[in-house]
């Protein structure tokens, strides 16, 4: 990765101006022939919109080859002192006429349409394939705010480029048949957001590209890909005061992976206070859904009145934190996790350690008094109501002392763990289903745990120090 000032490592192309992945290895090389269109005053002003789409142009007529395109839509800050915004669009290939047939339109709407023909009817047959490369490039000036930024591109990725100030205040919405999304990632060593994008929805959807990078969550961020990998970080501070009270995160892939991070409350794994956040998150309730057909889930996440993460074929790696905080004010979180084929591991952090508020920029940039997830008065996770279930694989939880309530473990075919300090066993049972009920504390809190083919391991309280903590154990026939 590069610099905030070039945060994002593009591949290295032999093309004519090189804008990410390579082309078609059939394609006609080298790209000589280059046009470009220039659409200045883009206004960014309240009352404006701005949309662009990039697609191929099909008719019943056409017949040939068909055309290969691929590219890139950048989105980046113009030069100081430009009060107007402008799209750059750049289309390059190895043959003059294809080059000319890429056709640009705009309305006074601000609505640009870039469309390619499907298929040259003039192009040979055999041999290298016709090809199209393009590269977009919307400039937007600083200090500049639009109602809605719409962008649907069949063929091209999609990147944020810092540093960046956008601000679309009621959506972002973005989606690529074909390409990826990809923004900067938030810089370990100075700790700054990489860029600034402030929408109250932001929505990200792709066919077969992966998402990747850092992304704000102010009211709503949904991202769905069909096929391709989720890769992203969380930025939780909100510079919009309609998103002090709920923020919500849907995130959801057919057959990739998801990984989520928020860097500002959670330490690195490696880290060995990685069992406590850095900071108390901004109180807000934060309403989380994640879910993948086949894919691995691994997430580093604050929830509070709704955490549901699902997945039918692969682990779930889980560091969740609970903020005391809902929309409906009784502090309740309700947590599901269902797994059909896979191991599931959480752990939960405490929300009731004594730290600070995060950011100290809250106050800066949420438009009002930054608040903090002030648990002093609160249950805890005295309101936690939790449900894991796995058909074929092992459930492991760890739950911190702040925690009281009721347990029930349930399993055909594996084993029970409990271990812990002050858990009062009420029953078990070595018959099938096994099971085994108890308490820690006097707390309302409920957790169920159900596996068909997997062991069951409960932690709650676990000490530094192994030694002298209570354990309990359903042991499997035979032993």
């Known amino acids: ?245 709920q923020a919500k995160v849907f995130v959801e892939t057919g057959s990739g992976s998801i990984d989520i991070k928020t860097p500002s409350i959670f330490y690195a794994k490696s880290n060995k206070q990685n069992k406590a956040p850095k900071c108390q998150p901004p109180a807000r309730d934060y309403v989380v859904e994640i879910a993948t057909t086949y894919g691995k889930i691994e997430a580093d996440i604050v929830v509070a009145s709704r955490a549901t993460i699902r997945s039918k074929a692969g682990d779930l790696l889980l560091r969740l934190l609970p903020v005391p905080f809902s929309s409906k004010g009784n502090g309740k979180t309700h947590l599901v996790t269902e797994l059909d084929s896979g191991d599931t591991k959480i752990l939960l952090l405490d929300p009731l350690q004594k730290i600070d508020a995060c950011a100290e920029n809250a106050s800066k940039t949420m438009g009002l008094k930054a608040r903090r997830t002030d648990c002093s008065h609160d249950p805890g996770l005295a309101g936690l109501h939790s449900t894991h279930q796995s058909a074929y694989g092992r459930i492991q939880v760890d739950y911190p002392e702040s925690w009281t309530g009721e347990f029930n473990a349930e399993t055909l075919c594996g084993k029970i763990v409990v271990r812990g300090v002050n858990i009062t066993i009420i029953r078990s049972s070595t018959g099938k289903p096994r099971v085994m009920r108890g308490h820690m504390g006097s707390g309302d809190s409920a957790i169920l745990m159900t596996s068909s083919y997997g062991n069951i391991e409960f932690y709650a309280d676990r000490p530094r120090q192994e030694t002298g903590a209570s354990m309990t154990r359903l042991p499997n026939e035979g032993d």
């Open 1 to 245: 990765m590069g610099d905030e000032h070039n945060p994002v490592e593009q591949p290295i192309t032999n093309q004519i101006f090189g804008v990410g992945r390579d082309a078609c290895c059939q394609c006609l090389r080298p790209f000589q022939y280059e046009s470009k269109i220039v659409i200045p005053d883009v206004i960014f002003e309240k009352g404006y919109l701005l949309r662009i789409e990039q697609g191929l142009q099909r008719n019943d007529k056409q017949w040939g080859r068909e055309v290969h395109v691929f590219g890139r839509l950048d989105i980046c800050s113009s030069e100081e002192g430009t009060s107007r915004g402008s799209v750059v669009i750049k289309i390059a290939s190895g043959d003059e006429e294809l080059t000319a047939a890429t056709s640009c339109k705009n309305t006074d709407e601000q609505a640009i349409t870039i469309r390619t023909p499907f298929a040259a009817n003039w192009w040979d047959k055999n041999g290298s394939r016709p090809c199209v490369e393009l590269l977009i490039t919307v400039y937007v000036p600083r200090g500049g705010q639009i109602d809605a930024l719409d962008i649907k591109v069949a063929n091209l990725d999609v990147s944020f480029s810092g540093p960046l100030t956008l601000v679309a205040t009621e959506r972002t919405f973005i989606t690529t048949d074909y390409g990826r999304v990809y923004a900067p990632t938030r810089s370990s060593r100075r700790k700054l957001d990489p860029y600034v994008l402030q929408s109250r929805q932001i929505i990200i959807r792709t066919s077969s590209g992966n998402v990747e990078g850092w992304f704000p969550l102010h009211q709503v961020l949904r991202i769905k890909s069909l096929s391709g990998l989720v890769a992203i970080e969380l930025g939780l501070e909100s510079a919009d005061s309609h998103s002090a009270t």
